[in-house]
């Protein structure tokens, strides 16, 4: 976590963590990537479930929206 210097779960790094960034991970998943991906937001080496945890959380804390 926070080995990249953003928010663990801004996958595309655009600042946000939203649903392009679930869709990023949705992908990585489905081809159970493993390796050194974005995706692999806690970093243990494959894309999973346990990373969908960590951009959950993010997204519903609205972490790095900018609310009006
Ligand atoms: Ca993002
Ligand atoms: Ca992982």
């Known amino acids: 976590m926070g080995l990249w210097g953003f928010y663990s779960g801004d996958i595309n790094q655009d600042g946000v963590i939203d649903g392009l960034d ?4 949705e992908n990585d998943n489905n081809n159970f990537a493993g390796g050194y991906f974005s995706t692999d937001i806690n970093g243990d080496g494959i894309v999973d479930g346990l990373d969908f945890i960590y951009w959950e959380q993010n997204n519903n804390n609205f972490i790095g929206a900018v609310i009006p």
């Open 22 to 25: 679930y869709n990023d991970w």
